[in-house]
C-alpha cells in the first residue's frame, strides 16, 4: 500500500439495546488507533460503521421492558455516540443503521434469489416467506473463519443460528429476509413481502453500499469472526462475483470480567457511562484498553483502572514540564510500535520511559503530548 492510498475500512457496530461496555469500548478504541495510524501515515481513509438498530435481540429488550424498539434504539445509540465521544473515537466516516438501508437490503437480497443463491421457506402457520442463502452456492465458504463444518454447528444457535429450521437446505444457510410475524417491525416489498432483514445482509450490503470490494479491513470482534463474517464475504462474493470480499480481516480480542466473557446476556458489565458519571476521566478508560493487545482475551479488574489513572497522570506531568528528553525518537518509536500489529502496550511503555527521564529539550513535552494525542488518542 504505497503512501497516500485510499484505504477502506469497515468496522460491525452495535445492537443498540443497552449501554456500552468495556467490551465493545476496546473494539472501537482498537480501530480508532487503527485510522489514526493510517491517516498519520499519509492515508486517506473511508470508515464505515453500521448500527444494528432492529434486530432479534433488540425487539426482545424492547417488549421486555416495555419501551417501543425504535425509540430504545435511538436511546442507546445516542448513549453509545455520547461514551465514544467521551473516550475520543473519532466517529466514522459513515455511520449507517439498518432502518435507513432497508431498500437497499432488500435488492440486494432479490438479486441472490435471481441468482439462485438465494431461496425461499414459507412461515409455518402464517402468510410470507423466508429468504435464505444457500451456502452451496458459495464455493469459498469457510474460507475467512477456516473453521469445520462440526466447529460452525457449535456455536451456530448461539449465535443466532437456526439449524432445525424446517425447509431449509442446510443447517448453517443464514437468514437474509424474515417475513412479518406478529409484533415484529417489518418493511413492505413488493418481491419479497412484509419483513425485516437478517442480521448479515445488513452489514453485506452496507458496505457493498459505501466501500469498493475489495475493502482494505474488516473489523470487529473476535466472535464475530464466525458466523458474522464468514457470512458476509460470501454473500458479498455471491452478489458481486469478486473475491476476496476484504483483503484483511481484524479482530478484536474478548474482554472478561469476574471470570466470563463480559456480555449483556450474563449481566457482567463494566459500563462506559457507569464509570463516567462515578467521576472517572475516561482517557484513563482509554488507557486500560491501550494496555492490551487488540488481539489477546483479557479480564479486566478495579486495579487496572488505578494504575491507568496513576500512569495518565504521570505523563500529564510530564507533558507539562518546561523541557524533557528529545521528542524525535520517542515520537518514531511511538509510530513503529502502532505499526507493529497494533503494540499500544509497547507504545504506552514508550511513553512511560521517556516522562520518567530528565532532558533538556523546551519543545519536547509539546511534541511528545502531540504524538500520543494523535496516534493513541489520549489527551494530555
Given at each position: 500500500m504505497g503512501r497516500g492510498e485510499r484505504v477502506g475500512v469497515y468496522v460491525c457496530g452495535i445492537t443498540p439495546y443497552d449501554a456500552t461496555h468495556l467490551g465493545h469500548a476496546a473494539t472501537y478504541v482498537a480501530f480508532d488507533v487503527v485510522v489514526r495510524a493510517l491517516r498519520d501515515a499519509g492515508h486517506a481513509v473511508t470508515y464505515v460503521q453500521n448500527v444494528t438498530?432492529?434486530?432479534?435481540p433488540l425487539i426482545e429488550r424492547a417488549v421486555h421492558t416495555g419501551v417501543d424498539w425504535a425509540d430504545l434504539a435511538a436511546s442507546e445509540t445516542a448513549l453509545f455516540r455520547v461514551d465514544m465521544e467521551a473516550l475520543r473515537v473519532i466517529p466514522p466516516d459513515a455511520y449507517v443503521g439498518v432502518v435507513e438501508s432497508v431498500d437497499r437490503i432488500a435488492e440486494d437480497v432479490v438479486a441472490l434469489l435471481d441468482t439462485g443463491h438465494a431461496y425461499t421457506v414459507a412461515v409455518p402457520d402464517g402468510p410470507g416467506e423466508d429468504v435464505y442463502l444457500d451456502i452451496a452456492c458459495c464455493p469459498r465458504?469457510?474460507?475467512?473463519?477456516?473453521?469445520?463444518?462440526?466447529?460452525?454447528?457449535?456455536?451456530?444457535?448461539?449465535?443466532?443460528?437456526d439449524p432445525e429450521r424446517v425447509g431449509k437446505r442446510d443447517p448453517l444457510?443464514?437468514?437474509?429476509?424474515?417475513?412479518?410475524?406478529?409484533?415484529?417491525?417489518?418493511?413492505?416489498?413488493?418481491?419479497?413481502?412484509?419483513?425485516?432483514?437478517?442480521?448479515?445482509i445488513e452489514c453485506t450490503s452496507i458496505a457493498l453500499d459505501r466501500l469498493t470490494v475489495p475493502f482494505d479491513i474488516q473489523g470487529g470482534g473476535s466472535d464475530l469472526i464466525f458466523p458474522h463474517h464468514e457470512m458476509s464475504a460470501a454473500q458479498a462474493e455471491a452478489l458481486t462475483g469478486r473475491t476476496p470480499y476484504a483483503e484483511a480481516y481484524v479482530h478484536q480480542g474478548m474482554v472478561g470480567f469476574e471470570g466470563s466473557k463480559m456480555s449483556k446476556s450474563k449481566g457482567n458489565l463494566v459500563l462506559v457511562s457507569r464509570l463516567r458519571e462515578d467521576g472517572v476521566d475516561p482517557m484513563a478508560i482509554r488507557l486500560v484498553l491501550l494496555a492490551h493487545h487488540y488481539a489477546e482475551d483479557w479480564e479486566y479488574t478495579d486495579d487496572q483502572l488505578e494504575r491507568a489513572g496513576e500512569r495518565l497522570a504521570t505523563w500529564r506531568s510530564a507533558f507539562d514540564r518546561d523541557a524533557g528528553p528529545d521528542?524525535?525518537?520517542?515520537?518514531?518509536?511511538?509510530?513503529?510500535?502502532?505499526?507493529?500489529?497494533?503494540?499500544?502496550?509497547?507504545?504506552?511503555?514508550?511513553?512511560?520511559?521517556?516522562?520518567?527521564?530528565?532532558g533538556a529539550s523546551p519543545t519536547a513535552p509539546g511534541a511528545v503530548a502531540s504524538a500520543v494525542d494523535t496516534l493513541l488518542g489520549v489527551h494530555g
Open positions: 438498530d432492529v434486530d432479534d465458504f469457510g474460507s475467512v473463519s477456516g473453521w469445520t463444518r462440526a466447529e460452525m454447528l457449535a456455536v451456530w444457535v448461539e449465535r443466532g443460528g444457510d443464514p437468514l437474509l429476509w424474515r417475513a412479518t410475524r406478529p409484533g415484529e417491525p417489518r418493511w413492505p416489498h413488493p418481491r419479497l413481502g412484509e419483513g425485516r432483514p437478517g442480521w448479515h521528542a524525535s525518537p520517542v515520537v518514531a518509536a511511538l509510530r513503529a510500535a502502532v505499526a507493529d500489529d497494533l503494540s499500544t502496550p509497547r507504545a504506552l511503555e514508550i511513553i512511560d520511559r521517556w516522562a520518567s527521564k530528565p
